[in-house]
């Protein structure tokens, strides 16, 4: 597995998934556990930073019609 910060949004969530999955199975001895779920955080606070900055580029190229670039904050229950 990559690293987190080498990994794409759509890679972490995969891996996400796996984890919670074997986590769910309570197969793993506790130490197993422990380093899943630590890893698991890794990929959700990578998960959560690719976010945020998609958001950002988001409203950073919202257009006000007359070619300028202003500023508006992303709320996705508008779209």
Do not use: H, W, Y
Not at 23 to 51: P, R
């Amino acid at each position: 597995m990559k690293k987190s910060e080498d990994i794409n949004f759509e890679e972490a969530m995969k891996n996400l998934e796996e984890i919670a999955n074997e986590l769910e199975k309570n197969e793993l001895d506790l130490d197993k556990a422990v380093e899943k779920f630590e890893e698991g955080m890794e990929l959700s606070k990578k998960c959560n930073e690719i976010l945020t900055n998609a958001e950002k580029r988001i409203t950073i190229l919202i257009n006000n019609g007359d070619g300028n670039l202003d500023e508006e904050p992303f709320d996705a229950n508008q779209a």
